[in-house]
């Protein structure tokens, strides 16, 4: 079984920086893909940005430019380095890991808020 644990959330001011981690652990078969994604109150969970193995990225149009995903395979974790924060940022933010020929996993969300 694999575990995730993430780390990074909190409160910023508008135009703040934060980094956000997720280190995974346990039972982990091939990972295929790392990612984030976020809940936004009243919202459905989007995806803000995956990384492949291969280091191949994708991005939410929404935060092109500002947020970058990267990751470490040796240490099976992966980041996401969230620049120029807005208000419109505010969400619970999960991370997911993608196996061979495994559910996905989810963590177990961190809040980041982004007020002044």
């Known amino acids: 079984q694999v575990q995730l644990v993430e780390s990074g959330g909190g409160l910023v001011q508008p135009g703040g920086s934060l980094r956000l981690s997720c280190a995974a652990s346990g039972s982990i078969s091939t990972i295929l893909a790392m990612g984030w994604y976020r809940r936004a109150p009243g919202n459905q969970r989007e995806l803000v940005a995956r990384?492949?193995?291969?280091?191949?990225?994708a991005y939410a149009d929404s935060v092109k430019g500002r947020f970058t995903i990267s990751r470490d395979n040796a240490k099976n974790t992966v980041y996401l380095q969230m620049n120029s924060l807005q208000p419109e940022d505010t969400a619970v933010y999960y991370c997911k890991v993608e196996q061979w020929r495994e559910v996905p996993v989810w963590g177990q969300g961190t809040l980041v808020t982004v007020s002044s």
């Open positions: 990384i492949t193995n291969s280091g191949s990225t």
